[in-house]
C-alpha cells in the first residue's frame, strides 16, 4: 500500500478555530459583546511546529530529520523483534539507564567501550549502537524485551501498531471505538471523540455521507428539480466517481 503524503494542518486549523470560537462564546457570556474570530491555516501549523521556529531564531539552526533520534537520548529508537512487524521503542536519558541497557544486553564488550560511557559519544556512534540493539532485539519477543528494560529502569515500550490498538483492553473499557454501519463499507468500528461527556453515549449518530448523497437537499436551495436533473443529465453532479 503506498504511503500517503499529507499533513495535519487542515485539521489543527479546523480545531484552533473552534477552541477561538468558544473562547468568544465565553467571553460574551461575560460582557454581551461579540467578537470576530480570524482563523488562519499557516498560523495554526506554525504555532504546532514553534520548536523550530524558535530554534532557528534563537540558534539560526535549522532543524533536521532525524528519525526516532532526539538531542535528550541515546541510543533512542525502534528496533525489530522476533515474529512479524514487532517493534519495541527504547530511550536512554542518562548514563545510569545506559549502565542498566548494558546489564540487559549481558554487557557485551562492544558496550563497555569508554567512547560511550558518556551521552556525547553515544550520540557520535549511534549508528552502530543501533545495529547491535537491532541485532540483539530481532531475535527475542517484544514483551520479554520491554519488560526486562523497564525493570531495570530503561524507558521501553512495545510499538502498538494501529491495527491492534482496536483490541486495546484500556481503550475498549473507554469506549473510545464505536461500531459504524456504513451502506458502502459494511460494519466496522472507528475511533470516536478522545473525551467524553457525562450525559453523551455516543458521538458517531450518523455515518459518513456517500458521494452525492446530500445533492439534492444542498443544491435544491439554489436549483430546482429540473435544473437538478439537467445538471445530473449533463455530468455536472452525480453519486458516482466518473472516469474519462
Do not use: K
Not at 59 to 70: A, D, V, Y
Not at 89 to 106: F, H, I, N
Not at 230 to 237: C, E, F, M
Amino acid at each position: 500500500m503506498p504511503v500517503l503524503v499529507r499533513g495535519a494542518c487542515d485539521p489543527l486549523a479546523g480545531m484552533h478555530a473552534v477552541f477561538a470560537t468558544l473562547l468568544a462564546l465565553a467571553q460574551r457570556e461575560r460582557d454581551g459583546t461579540g467578537r470576530l474570530v480570524e482563523a488562519v491555516m499557516v498560523e495554526a501549523a506554525l504555532n504546532a511546529a514553534a520548536e523550530q521556529v524558535i530554534e532557528y531564531d534563537a540558534t539560526g539552526e535549522l532543524l533536521q530529520r532525524s528519525g526516532n533520534r532526539g538531542r535528550d537520548a541515546a541510543p533512542q529508537g525502534v528496533y525489530p523483534c522476533a515474529g512479524e512487524d514487532r517493534w519495541v521503542a527504547l530511550a536512554v536519558t542518562s548514563d545510569q539507564e545506559w549502565t542498566a541497557l548494558r546489564g540487559v544486553l549481558g554487557e557485551p564488550a562492544w558496550s563497555l567501550e569508554n567512547g560511550l560511557a558518556t551521552a556525547a559519544g553515544r550520540h557520535s556512534a549511534h549508528d552502530r549502537i543501533d545495529a547491535e540493539l537491532a541485532e540483539w532485539t530481532a531475535e527475542r519477543d517484544a514483551d520479554d524485551v520491554c519488560e526486562r528494560l523497564v525493570r531495570a529502569g530503561v524507558p521501553a515500550a512495545v510499538v502498538i501498531p494501529p491495527r491492534e490498538a482496536v483490541h486495546n483492553p484500556q481503550l475498549r473499557h473507554r469506549g473510545l471505538f464505536e461500531l459504524e454501519e456504513h451502506p458502502v463499507t459494511g460494519d466496522h468500528e472507528i475511533p470516536a471523540m478522545p473525551f467524553r461527556f457525562s450525559q453523551v453515549e455516543r458521538w458517531a449518530r450518523r455515518p459518513s455521507p456517500t458521494l452525492g448523497e446530500h445533492n439534492d437537499e444542498v443544491l435544491g436551495e439554489v436549483a430546482g428539480v429540473e435544473e437538478l436533473q439537467q445538471l445530473r443529465a449533463a455530468g455536472v453532479i452525480g453519486d458516482r466517481i466518473v472516469s474519462r
